[in-house]
């Protein structure tokens, strides 16, 4: 796709209003996350299993991109006997339902800021201290649509990941 292509659709996001949330990837209050999560799932009548549940919470609590191995190891210094099929259920339930967010580049995952709403967002992935930004801007998931639909494409999914150094890690 060439700059010019993107720059000329640029307009289709500003001319609208949008919603623009800042967040730090680090959940203050992972049970409030979890809770929230909680209710999202009783309204929509989904089974949070105490396994789920408790995937959904040590991913909360990590505050940074966590692979599923590493669920995996905590999980059995608890129970002694999970099996990675078992965390694997759980991440896809969870991720199914957009509880959290699956980071395709470094195979990890984190919680999502707004887990009653279905969304794609870009990610912000510092490559020095593993943090993960999500970027809650509809702008952008609108304007790769709408460039999408120019080009008559039918997008399924959407993965966007920016590499580089945050600015805590900048400032070292």
Not at 29 to 50: I, K, M, Y
Not at 86 to 104: C, M, P, Q, S, W
């Amino acid at each position: 796709m060439m700059a010019t292509e993107v720059n000329s659709l640029s307009h289709i996001a500003s001319d609208k209003p949008h919603a623009h949330h800042h967040h730090d990837h680090d959940h203050d209050d992972a049970q409030s996350f979890v809770r929230a999560v909680e209710h999202a799932s009783e309204e929509r009548g989904l089974r949070l299993t105490p396994l789920r549940k408790e995937v959904l919470e040590l991913v909360a609590a990590a505050g940074k991109p966590v692979k599923a191995y590493d669920l995996l190891d905590q999980l059995r210094e608890r129970h002694g006997n999970a099996a990675p099929p078992t965390v694997y259920r759980a991440l896809d339930f969870l991720l199914e339902h957009g509880f959290i967010h699956k980071l395709e580049s470094i195979n990890a995952f984190v919680s999502c800021h707004h887990p009653a709403e279905a969304h794609q967002v870009p990610f912000l992935i510092c490559d020095n201290c593993s943090s993960a930004q999500e970027v809650c801007d509809e702008r952008v998931a609108e304007l790769i649509e709408a460039q999408a639909k120019a080009f008559g494409f039918r997008p399924q999914a959407q993965t966007l990941e920016v590499h580089g150094l945050c600015k805590n890690c900048r400032k070292g």
